[in-house]
C-alpha cells in the first residue's frame, strides 16, 4: 500500500490538486485551490491535503523543454518543501513537461469552454491529476526494492551450498538426473 499520495500543480493564481486511493489505483481531482490576495497559499492546500489525508507529496516543476529549471521551477520548489513541512510528509518532485497542453487538448475534446475550464480550475486540477497518474505510472514500472530489474546485470551464480533443509538446484542436464 503507498498510501494516499496527493499531486500538486503550483500556480501564481491557483494551485491545482489531486489525490489516489491508499492503494494508488484510482486518482481523483480535489478542488482547485485560488490565490486570494494576500492568503496564505501553504496554509490553504495543506488543510486541503489534510483532510484528504495526503502522505505523500508529488510537485510538478515546469523545466524547459531541454531540462533546465525555469523562473517558476524554484518556486514551485519552494512551495512544495513548505508544504511538505506544514503536512510532515514526503515530496517528490516530478517535471511537468506538457501537462497544460495535454490536459486542455483533453478538456478540448471533450468539449464545452475552455476559457471557462481555466478560470474555474479545471485544467489546473486535471494537471495535477496526470501528474500524479504518471508518478504512479513510473513508480509501477520500478522493480521492488531487493529485485533485480531486467536492465540489472545478473546475479552471478553462488558457489555457496543451499541452505539445511533447501534444495539446490539441479544444473544438470535433465539425461544425467538420477530417477529420470
Do not use: N
Not at 515546469?62 to 524554484?74: I, K, N
Not at 478538456?107 to 485544467?123: P, Q
Request: some cysteine; aromatic content about 4%.
Amino acid at each position: 500500500m503507498i498510501g494516499r499520495v496527493a499531486a500538486v500543480d503550483y500556480g501564481r493564481r491557483r494551485v491545482g490538486l489531486a489525490v489516489c486511493d491508499p492503494l494508488g489505483i484510482t486518482v481523483r481531482g480535489l478542488p482547485t485551490f485560488v490565490r486570494a490576495d494576500g492568503a496564505d497559499a501553504v496554509a490553504g492546500v495543506a488543510a486541503v491535503l489534510r483532510e484528504a489525508q495526503a502522505t505523500r507529496l508529488v510537485v510538478g516543476l515546469p523545466l524547459h523543454a531541454d531540462g533546465r529549471p525555469s523562473e517558476m521551477s524554484a518556486e514551485a520548489r519552494a512551495f512544495g518543501d513548505a508544504l511538505g513541512r506544514a503536512l510532515g510528509v514526503p515530496v517528490a518532485y516530478l517535471d511537468e513537461g506538457l501537462s497544460s497542453w495535454a490536459a486542455e487538448d483533453d478538456l478540448r475534446a471533450k468539449g464545452g469552454s475552455l476559457e471557462r475550464a481555466r478560470k474555474g480550475g479545471l485544467v489546473d486540477q486535471r494537471v495535477a491529476m496526470g501528474l500524479l497518474r504518471a508518478w504512479l505510472d513510473d513508480l509501477e514500472r520500478r522493480p521492488p526494492p531487493g529485485l533485480a530489474s531486467a536492465d540489472d546485470e545478473p546475479l552471478p551464480p553462488s558457489d555457496e551450498p543451499a541452505p539445511p533443509g533447501e534444495d539446490a538446484p539441479d544444473d544438470r542436464p535433465p539425461d544425467d538426473r538420477p530417477g529420470d
